[in-house]
């Protein structure tokens, strides 16, 4: 009698039990990019004009050009900041540009993607931009979809008794892969970007990166962009740094290392190639700087690369070091800034490479960090957060100027 007594409260229990658990919901809230579809003649028949300033909602890259910079909110425009006081940056006005995510200046020209297409700006009256040439279907690829139509996604807020990871196959999208920002070198009259953008400008040609393909404009009438062609590069493309006639260009998978010496022709030197992991780069004479993060599109591993590119065509790993979470980086001579994500901001002297991790200057736990630039007047950190400018004339004792609050901080990381 005891066991079937103690059978029968089990059955019951199990009973009462399903029956409460078939009366519970569970609702889950997610941010996710959901598809959205455009008529690029639509897109095209918008008038870009230059409105007032706006406050920044969901910053995505940066970019320097002599006093002025440059804030991209994508998808959206770009915003334009007086920043010849980094202590007090003046928010002058905004270019709506739909389909805008990277963007390059050579001289008084803007160079601004928009879904498909090359915009090109005349700046020289920062009150009054003008858009001066449109090259029509150069990045057809990134956006296409079989009826003609344009595709691209939207941040959008979502509630579902599923949790995301059930969604019915909505795409959850990593913010930094499509969002992300170059450190270009400076030189003849072009700007600055940092770590992670996919425009680049040397030797009078714009080169831009997409997912899988470098595209090559001629730019030496800074007014008249032309196309000259594709080139594949294989899947996973990220980043691109220019540095002495030469192209670094990151990957999900390794590092290419591109001859640029005939601008409007590169070729490939090498491919240094490492475990699957997001990957900006910068370089200088002797050596190639890249991080490696673990991320939602990237896995791998969370490390500093330090690569020999004494001969381009044969670089070689010199040692790596293990990192919290890190993002975009820059170097300034002998000095190394890294963004550790929502870990902070870290500053190194690399004057010796084999000995990199003891020379850690100093690490800010309360700055989050996406990616940066280090500037002729200050170090420009981008985060969830905003834009803060540091002053580091002593790199182990960084010295916050200022700092561009967001309305809409976005998770990054």
Same mark, same amino acid.
């Given at each position: 009698?005891?066991?079937l ?12 039990f ?7 919901t ?14 690029m003649?639509d897109?095209?028949?918008?008038v ?17 050009y ?15 900041? #007086?920043?010849?006081d ?25 160079y601004?993607?928009?879904?498909? #297409?090359?915009?090109?700006?005349d700046i ?13 279907d150069? &990045? ?30 909505v ?15 400076a ?37 008249n962009?032309t &196309? ?9 493309? %990220?980043?691109? &740094? ?9 990957s ?6 591109y ?17 699957q ?7 200088? %004479? ?21 690569? #020999? ?5 044969s ?11 890190p993002?975009?980086l ?9 963004? %550790? ?11 010796d490479?084999? #000995? ?17 630039i ?18 580091y ?16 901080p976005?998770?990054?990381?």
């Open positions: 009698m005891k066991s007594y103690s059978s029968a409260l089990l059955i019951l229990s199990i009973l009462a399903s029956s409460c658990q078939d009366e519970i569970s609702t889950y809230t997610y941010h996710t990019m959901m598809p959205v579809y455009y008529e003649s897109i095209r028949a918008r870009i004009s230059t409105e007032p300033a706006q406050p920044l909602d969901n910053p995505g890259k940066i970019y320097i002599e006093d002025y910079l440059f804030i991209n909110e994508p998808t959206k425009g770009i915003h334009i900041l #007086d920043n010849t980094p202590a007090n940056p003046i928010n002058l006005s905004f270019i709506p540009i739909a389909g805008n995510v990277d963007m390059a200046v050579n001289g008084n020209i803007l601004a993607d928009s879904y498909v #297409d090359l915009l090109a700006f020289s009256k920062i009150a009054n931009i003008q858009l001066i040439k449109r090259v029509e150069v &990045f057809a690829h990134m956006y296409y979809h079989e009826t003609g139509q344009i595709i691209t996604f939207k941040d959008t807020v979502l509630t579902s008794e599923n949790p995301a990871w059930q969604g019915g196959g795409w959850m999208m990593d913010a930094s892969m499509s969002f992300s920002a170059n450190y270009s070198a030189a003849q009259s072009y700007g600055t970007g940092g770590s992670m953008a996919r425009f680049t400008l040397s030797n009078e040609h714009l080169y831009a990166v997409d997912e899988s393909t470098l595209r090559v404009f001629d730019v030496e009438n800074p007014e962009p &196309f000259v062609k594709p080139i594949d590069l294989g899947w996973g493309i %990220e980043t691109i &740094f220019p540095f002495q006639n030469k192209l670094f260009i990151g999900n998978f390794g590092m290419h290392i001859d640029a010496s005939t601008p409007s022709s590169p070729k490939r030197m090498a491919v240094y190639e490492h475990v992991a997001c990957d900006p780069v910068v370089v200088n %004479e002797d050596h190639a700087f890249v991080t490696l993060r673990v991320g939602t599109v990237c896995n791998g591993v969370n490390e500093l690369h330090v690569i #020999d590119i004494k001969n381009p065509y670089p070689t790993l010199k040692k790596a070091y293990p990192m919290l979470h993002h975009g820059g170097l300034a001579g002998d000095f190394l800034y890294i963004a %550790e994500g929502v870990h902070g901001l870290k500053s190194f002297n690399v004057s490479v084999m #000995d990199i991790d003891q020379n850690q200057l100093e690490f800010l736990t309360n700055q989050g960090s996406v990616d940066l280090p500037g002729p007047k200050s170090l420009i950190v981008i985060g969830p957060d905003g834009v803060c400018q540091y002053d004339s002593d790199p182990a004792k960084l010295k916050k100027l200022s700092c561009i609050q967001v309305n809409n976005v998770n990054f990381y």
